[in-house]
């Protein structure tokens, strides 16, 4: 089946700094990944869904410049956390959909990053 | 506005009995739905899924109902274990929206 790697699993920083979430789909190609975030006991909410090799669509009141995504290739999904400030520490978790032959995958999840900032 | 609602924030059962978990939906677009089982610190994994031209799937212990007049749907558990202790996040997609909707989770206790 398909497989979603993500990583780091956690990942505590300073203030002001930027941390780097990679979400790589190990066995299909990901022509589409989707980055979410779940604070504690709310719902997993969308944050930007990306294509390979276009810019990522953001959902309303997700910053772009604070938050940036890179797909750029079928296997690779980048999401960097520019800045970083407490009130982001939080759970991000990436999903991908693709394809490998002729299998479609859909919603393939990774397994999450639990980021704190300190 | 929220498009997918799990109104019972938890449920206990009791180790051998049904769990049911309940979805409700309001956008009448979404033609796929799916289950989720998710573990405190872990991504969510996927449990079962339907699409709108059915009204039942199963597999296993899991059986997933959709009432699409009532746009609701349900995922019973039978026999429930322990290990099936978790939150259950349902999810929706379809029209114009390829990405997933999810509601906000119940946490399920089986009980020995």
């Known amino acids: 089946g398909a497989v979603v790697s993500q990583h780091p699993s956690w990942v505590i920083c300073k203030s002001g700094t930027s941390v780097k979430i990679e979400c790589r789909s190990l066995?299909?190609?990901?022509?589409?990944m989707f980055w979410y975030r779940q604070f504690p006991k709310q719902s997993l909410m969308l944050m930007a869904t990306s294509n390979e090799g276009s810019k990522a669509t953001y959902e309303q009141g997700v910053e772009k410049d604070k938050f940036l995504i890179n797909h750029a290739s079928l296997t690779l999904s980048t999401l960097t956390v520019t800045s970083a400030h407490p009130e982001d520490s939080s759970f991000y978790i990436c999903?991908?959909?693709?394809?490998?032959?002729?299998?479609?995958?859909?919603?393939?999840f990774g397994s999450g990053t639990r980021l704190t900032v300190v | 506005d929220q498009q997918v609602k799990q109104n019972s924030p938890s449920l206990s059962v009791q180790e051998g009995r049904i769990s049911i978990l309940n979805c409700d939906y309001t956008n009448s677009m979404f033609d796929y739905f799916l289950w989720y089982k998710k573990y405190p610190a872990e991504g969510p994994t996927f449990l079962i899924s339907i699409s709108s031209i059915k009204d039942k799937n199963e597999d296993g212990r899991f059986t997933v109902f959709l009432n699409k007049s009532a746009k609701h749907l349900s995922l019973h558990i039978v026999p429930s274990q322990p290990g099936d202790s978790a939150v259950y996040f349902c999810a929706a997609s379809g029209g114009s929206q390829g990405n997933l909707i999810f509601g906000k989770g119940t946490k399920l206790s089986v009980k020995p």
């Open positions: 066995d299909f190609q990901a022509t589409t």
């Open positions: 999903s991908a959909t693709g394809s490998r032959g002729r299998s479609n995958y859909g919603y393939t």
